[in-house]
């Protein structure tokens, strides 16, 4: 079986800040190459003249500009792939964005990029925009770059020009993990030291581009890293038939040796290498493969065979870098959905320990990360995860976070080292379990979720609530807004960051009144659905009753017990919600009151009703303890 490095595949993108010529250099390659049809050139010259920015010219730009958006603002808004070849390498190009809103596009194309072609623009010199797709680049673990000053021709080929933008860059550069940077002056509307050396620079005596990116050695060393494989799922086609089935992330494996799931420890011997086209002697790094064991042990898609020397780390905390990408900020002690490899796995960002200027490398300090920052993290998962450092591993060391709430990627991380205070400390196995406490108390514990505006009644039903609950004999508990923030969260203000970490601790407190077997009701605002569906994971299903105490916020304001939303109002209160800052309705809480028109007796019976008919108030005789 051949492997792209065997065929001479190079995998490069493009990036640099807008309108520096990106994608006029890969139509100019593409054309170069003679991988334009006759009706494409023809259909390319007719979009020139209607949407082209080269006059008469052909704008080679629009061959990949593919986008109506993008041929009409003559930006790229996507990543585009493109294949070319010549007589020495096959090429695979992504064109990525270079508008700053668009970075998280473009370190989706350096993810698997093994060089980057960093675009300049002559006229503008190195800028900030420059900077940030260098640093991602760094980060991102390509290690050969290519500085390609463009549009040289309209400088009027100036040496002078060529060589103050060579100081600035490398004097930037020397600071990020590159083996290789390469300066080359281009003009990629007429080709000039891309395909073609320049006759008007005498002065330049290095490789023209496409020279250089047919020669330079950039050979993964994959094939020599220790074994990782990822499962991707278990293939089951019948009774005698089990495997493993995946892409090898690095390392070679053949059949007979020895591999140990990571998490577990458990440990078997390889007996079979299947593919469609019959079975292997050998994988390698890039191979989607299924493997088959000699023993039935215990895996599943996210979990990780390595060889039993070369385990990764196992761990629920590490480091990481971390590149923003979502227009909502990053707020510590947030719920996300981590995914590495195949692995799905609850992540918080425990701490931001520093975020990068990407002008000066500088670390500054920090307490969010807004779109489109840099910053360096701590990482706590719900549970262990398979990870590499990401300088040793680019598969198993890279992991994006995902929203809950909108399922979108919200950032790109670069794991740096596990935390190895995460895996010296294990949970006490204890006599007494919330089984047995809850018996003791002859009730079902749970979570009673109070959610509302300011002044909707939440604290007042929640009280009425909890007097009907210890009048029929339950044990319970009231965790008040108010009331914790004059102890446990004395600390926090009411920004949105300090609001995220205000219901995780309200959340870990709660579980631990599960745990004790109690009836747990709390009233807290809790804007965000991110905040609520955290605490609802803490516990088992069934176990968090959401109420959402539906009052109009213009009845809240009328209210106003507290004078709270008129100095809202008056801007003398920030971070307010309702006013200045957004409350989001929970889509599928367990119990509605709708408020208008109620007392506040009545939606308290309503909710004891509910609890009622979900069994949570049955005697302990009606449900077997």
Not at 47 to 53: E, V
Not at 251 to 272: E, L, Q
Not at 422 to 427: G, L, S
Request: net charge negative; with cysteine.
């Amino acid at each position: 079986m051949l492997k792209p490095r065997e065929k001479g595949l190079l995998r490069f993108l493009t990036c640099g800040s807008v309108d520096d010529g990106k994608s006029t250099l890969i139509g100019r390659l593409l054309y170069d190459s003679k991988l334009i049809f006759e009706d494409q050139l023809a259909t390319l010259e007719k979009d020139s003249k209607r949407h082209g920015t080269t006059g008469e010219d052909i704008d080679f730009a629009l061959l990949v500009d593919g986008l109506e958006a993008e041929r009409e603002q003559g930006i790229t808004i996507d990543v585009a792939y493109r294949f070319f070849s010549t007589a020495k390498r096959s090429f695979i190009v992504a064109d990525t964005p270079g508008h700053e809103q668009y970075t998280r596009n473009m370190a989706t194309g350096a993810s698997t990029a093994d060089l980057a072609v960093l675009m300049i623009d002559a006229r503008k010199g190195v800028l900030v925009q420059t900077k940030r797709h260098a640093t991602i680049c760094s980060l991102l673990g390509i290690r050969h770059i290519v500085v390609a000053v463009n549009k040289i021709d309209l400088v009027d080929y100036d040496r002078v020009v060529f060589e103050k933008i060579v100081h600035d860059i490398l004097a930037f550069t020397a600071n990020l993990d590159f083996t290789s940077v390469t300066l080359i002056p281009i003009s990629a509307r007429f080709g000039e030291n891309v395909s073609m050396r320049s006759t008007h620079m005498d002065w330049y005596h290095g490789p023209i581009l496409i020279e250089h990116l047919e020669t330079i050695d950039v050979a993964s060393d994959a094939v020599k890293k220790p074994f990782r494989f990822p499962v991707q799922w278990v293939n089951r086609p019948n009774l005698d038939f089990r495997g493993f089935s995946g892409t090898l992330a690095s390392g070679t494996i053949r059949p007979g040796d020895s591999v140990t799931v990571a998490a577990s420890g458990k440990t078997s011997v390889v007996t079979r290498i299947v593919t469609q086209d019959g079975d292997l002697e050998e994988a390698v790094a890039g191979d989607a493969v299924t493997l088959t064991l000699a023993d039935e042990i215990d895996a599943a898609r996210g979990d990780v065979f390595s060889r039993t020397t070369e385990r990764p780390d196992v761990t629920d905390q590490f480091a990481a870098h971390l590149i923003w990408m979502s227009e909502d900020a990053l707020l510590p002690g947030r719920s996300y959905m981590l995914r590495i490899g195949t692995k799905f796995a609850p992540a918080t960002i425990t701490s931001i320990k520093h975020k990068i200027d990407v002008n000066t490398q500088e670390h500054l300090a920090a307490r969010t990360l807004q779109l489109n920052e840099i910053g360096v993290v701590n990482v706590a998962t719900g549970v262990p995860v398979a990870i590499d450092s990401y300088v040793d591993n680019r598969e198993t060391g890279a992991f994006i976070l995902i929203d809950r709430a909108t399922n979108q990627t919200a950032a790109a991380g670069m794991i740096d080292f596990a935390l190895r205070r995460a895996t010296n400390i294990h949970r006490q196995s204890l006599t007494i379990d919330k089984l047995a406490r809850s018996a003791l108390k002859h009730q079902k514990s749970a979570i009673v979720w109070f959610t509302g505006l300011s002044g909707s009644g939440k604290s007042t039903i929640a009280n009425l609530v909890e007097a009907e609950l210890a009048h029929a004999g339950h044990h319970t508990m009231l965790l008040d807004g108010d009331n914790v923030r004059h102890g446990l969260n004395r600390d926090l203000g009411f920004t949105d960051a300090d609001r995220v970490e205000n219901i995780r601790r309200v959340g870990e407190v709660a579980k631990l009144f599960v745990e004790s077997g109690t009836i747990v009701l709390c009233s807290f605002i809790s804007p965000f659905e991110a905040e609520r569906a955290l605490v609802r994971s803490l516990v088992e299903a069934g176990e968090f009753i959401e109420v959402f105490v539906d009052t109009p916020i213009e009845d809240c304001i009328k209210r106003d017990p507290k004078g709270l939303y008129a100095k809202a109002l008056a801007g003398e209160i920030k971070h307010f919600t309702g006013v200045s800052s957004p409350y989001e309705r929970p889509e599928n809480a367990e119990i509605v009151l709708q408020t208008v028109g109620k007392t506040p007796d009545t939606l308290a019976q309503a909710v004891v009703k509910a609890l009622r008919e979900r069994g949570l108030l049955d005697h302990q005789d009606d449900w077997g303890l």
